[in-house]
């Protein structure tokens, strides 16, 4: 990848961090523990990425805003109880962050988290430090809504051809080929190849260390 790209932008979960089981498991306590049916496996991963009102609408077509408040509080309890730790951490992710920084290219995160959910996961990480900016549903509008990404490019004042979104699943990649950003996909997270491709990502790459070559490092 040339060095054009001013601005490396991940998301978290399944991207930056080995996340999604865990999420999934507490999406699915917090909803049982209410009352709501127990769903497949594929439900839960298929929703990471969207913020948490849409997925829940997602999730459970016609949920009242009352129900809603009450599976995020249990969910946060559940999520909360487990931080990140660095171990969690996909394997040479945190290399990619110190060696994008040297070289002078920011690094920026682009969420569906909550903003609670991402400081905490931040600093417990141990990968605060690296990131310029960080951008979250809860602040913005949620994927594939390209808000979070034209915020970061108002911010950097570049163009959407001097960044690049690096992913796991297909919101993020919408999200940036409806501004005409470049993206890359990663398939250790939420979605295959297959499906990553239908958003014409410059690649999908299938372990950290094609994601160093592709980022020219």
């Given at each position: 990848?040339?060095?054009?790209?001013?601005?490396?932008?991940?998301d978290?979960?399944?991207?930056?961090?080995?996340?999604?089981?865990?999420?999934?498991?507490?999406l699915?306590?917090?909803?049982?523990?209410?009352?709501?049916?127990?769903?497949?496996?594929?439900?839960?991963?298929?929703?990471?990425?969207?913020?948490?009102?849409?997925?829940?609408?997602?999730?459970?077509?016609?949920?009242?805003?009352?129900?809603?408040?009450?599976?995020?509080?249990?969910?946060?309890?559940?999520?909360?109880?487990?931080?990140?730790?660095?171990?969690?951490?996909f394997?040479?992710?945190?290399?990619?962050?110190?060696?994008?920084?040297?070289?002078?290219?920011?690094?920026?995160?682009?969420?569906?988290?909550?903003r609670?959910?991402?400081?905490?996961?931040?600093?417990?990480?141990?990968?605060?430090?690296h990131?310029?900016?960080?951008?979250?549903?809860?602040?913005?509008?949620?994927?594939?809504?390209?808000?979070?990404?034209?915020?970061?490019?108002?911010?950097?004042?570049?163009?959407p051809?001097e960044?690049?979104?690096?992913?796991?699943?297909?919101?993020?990649?919408?999200?940036?080929?409806?501004?005409?950003?470049?993206?890359?996909g990663?398939?250790w997270?939420?979605?295959?190849?297959?499906?990553?491709?239908?958003?014409?990502?410059?690649?999908?790459?299938?372990?950290?260390?094609?994601l160093r070559?592709?980022?020219?490092?």
């Amino acid at each position: 990848m040339s060095q054009q790209h001013k601005v490396v932008i991940f998301d978290w979960d399944g991207t930056v961090v080995d996340s999604i089981e865990h999420i999934a498991d507490c999406l699915h306590q917090a909803a049982t523990d209410l009352g709501f049916p127990a769903l497949e496996r594929a439900a839960y991963r298929d929703i990471i990425g969207l913020g948490m009102v849409e997925a829940l609408e997602a999730l459970y077509p016609g949920i009242s805003r009352d129900e809603m408040k009450a599976i995020r509080d249990g969910y946060g309890s559940y999520f909360f109880a487990r931080m990140v730790t660095p171990k969690e951490v996909f394997e040479g992710m945190a290399d990619i962050l110190v060696d994008l920084n040297a070289g002078g290219r920011h690094c920026a995160v682009a969420t569906g988290k909550s903003r609670r959910g991402l400081d905490r996961a931040l600093e417990s990480s141990e990968l605060g430090g690296h990131f310029a900016l960080t951008r979250c549903a809860d602040e913005t509008r949620s994927k594939p809504d390209p808000a979070m990404l034209e915020e970061i490019l108002a911010h950097f004042s570049i163009t959407p051809d001097e960044a690049v979104m690096i992913g796991d699943t297909r919101y993020d990649l919408e999200m940036a080929r409806r501004i005409g950003m470049p993206s890359i996909g990663v398939e250790w997270g939420v979605h295959d190849r297959e499906e990553l491709g239908r958003y014409e990502p410059l690649a999908v790459v299938s372990q950290v260390a094609e994601l160093r070559n592709v980022l020219g490092l």
